[in-house]
C-alpha cells in the first residue's frame, strides 16, 4: 500500500491513487489503512470508486461519511442522503450522517428533528451521543442532559460525566448539582487529572 505522506488536502484529491491491490476485499482493507492512518483524502478515493464499481449502499455511506470529514463534496453528499433517507427512513447510518451535516452547516432546528427521530428507533450510546450533540446545539441542554445520564447510568464512563458537569455548571450554573455528580463518580471509579480539574474550576466557581 502507497500512503502519501502531504498535509495539503486539496493535493491529496488532485494526485492519482496508486493502488498495488486487485480485489474488492484488498481495496476495503487498503481504504480503511488509509483512514487509520489520517489519510481521509485518499480513503474516500477508495470507497468513492467501490462505490462507482459496485453501487453497494455500504461504499456510498462510508464515503459520505469521509466526505462529512473533509468537507468535501457536501452538495454532492446532501442529495444522496435525500435519496437513501428516502428509500429507508429507519436507517441509523443514514439519519447521524444527515444529523452530522446539518450540524455543519448550522441547521441546529433541522438537526434537532433529526436527533429525535434517531432516539426514536435506537437506544445505542454512540446513537444516543450523536442525539445529544443536537440537542446541545439547538438549545435543548435538558434533552441533551437525559441522554447523557443514560449513557452513563449504563457505562459509568469519564468523558460523559464530564459533559453532564460541563452542561450543568456552564449553561445552568448549577455548579453545586456538577460538583456533587463529579464527586460521586470519583468515589464510584476514581479520578484522574481531567475530571480533577473540572472539579476544582467548578468548586472556584462556587465560591
Known sequence: MHYILNTNQDDLFSKPMNLDVTTEDDKIMQGLWYEENGDLANSYKVFNQ??????????????????????????ISSKELDVLYAKNPNNKDVLKLILTLHLMQNKFDLANQEAHKLTQISNDYTDLEVASDAYLYSNEPN?????????????????????IATILSDM????????????????????????????????????
Open 50 to 75: 467501490l462505490y462507482k464499481d459496485t453501487k453497494a449502499e455500504a461504499y456510498q455511506i462510508k464515503k459520505i461519511h469521509l466526505s462529512l470529514l473533509l468537507n468535501k463534496d457536501l452538495d
Open 172 to 207: 445552568y450554573g448549577e455548579h453545586k448539582q456538577a460538583e456533587d455528580i463529579l464527586k460521586s463518580h470519583i468515589q464510584k471509579f476514581g479520578s484522574n487529572h481531567v475530571i480533577e480539574e473540572k472539579l476544582h474550576s467548578i468548586e472556584n466557581l462556587k465560591k
Open 143 to 163: 434533552k441533551a442532559i437525559d441522554l447523557l445520564e443514560k449513557i452513563y447510568n449504563e457505562t459509568g464512563r469519564d468523558d460523559i460525566v464530564l459533559r
